[in-house]
């Protein structure tokens, strides 16, 4: 039986690279609660993706990747409803010296939080899930770049927690698990190393590193 405050914490530990990401993977597969009883690493593998396409599992493992990013990302969007559109009054904008002040304020969690429904419906004017009417289409405009950088955070950070999890799993079956140190496997291993270091170097906006990242060959970038 899976253990859904592991899976979130596992999630959550493994998304931080800050913390152990072998740790996270363990914790994660004990929520996962599978029986060490593979036979093949074939076999092992898919327990594990069956086990994480579980809809419980599925949604504390995005919750917990999500939880992780959020807490990295303590910016927030500080708008103001002017004239039937939200506008930005965040300290250094137009609005804000004008000494407009916020009428709506979402943090990063907020905007990842936000239901589908609604969120694809923002600029559908009269959408039953679109609360914010005519504004909506101006608000998705605001969360549509978080949105899209947190998913894009979370597609990385899944496939290398698969990974760990499934080695994790082989490794308490008894199973030997053989590194592939192919030219493609490695350059794999690299473009999503790449990809790690880069959304960390855009959370410092540190823009001459990202600079130097980029000038790198392009079959490392992804």
Request: proline letters at 2%.
């Amino acid at each position: 039986m899976s253990n859904q405050k592991d899976v979130f914490n596992g999630a959550k530990q493994f998304a931080n690279s800050q913390l152990s990401l072998k740790g996270g993977a363990r914790l994660y597969l004990d929520g996962l609660g599978l029986k060490a009883n593979a036979k093949t690493a074939v076999q092992a593998k898919k327990q594990v993706t069956d086990a994480m396409a579980d809809k419980a599992v599925k949604a504390n493992t995005e919750k917990g990747i999500y939880s992780s990013y959020s807490d990295s990302k303590p910016s927030k969007l500080e708008l103001a409803l002017i004239g039937g559109n939200y506008v930005d009054v965040s300290d250094n904008s137009t609005a804000n010296k004008a000494g407009v002040e916020p009428t709506l304020t979402m943090t990063v969690k907020d905007c990842l939080a936000m239901a589908t429904p609604v969120y694809a419906n923002l600029d559908k004017e009269k959408a039953k899930v679109n609360i914010y009417g005519k504004a909506g289409v101006s608000l998705k405009a605001f969360v549509k770049p978080i949105r899209e950088a947190g998913q894009g955070f979370k597609r990385q950070v899944m496939s290398r927690l698969t990974s760990e999890v499934v080695k994790c799993h082989m490794k308490a079956c008894g199973l030997s698990v053989e590194t592939d140190t192919s030219e493609q496997a490695v350059i794999k291993s690299i473009k999503a190393s790449v990809k790690t270091i880069s959304t960390k170097l855009e959370a410092l906006k540190d823009l001459k590193a990202i600079e130097i990242l980029n000038s790198l060959p392009s079959k490392y970038l992804s």
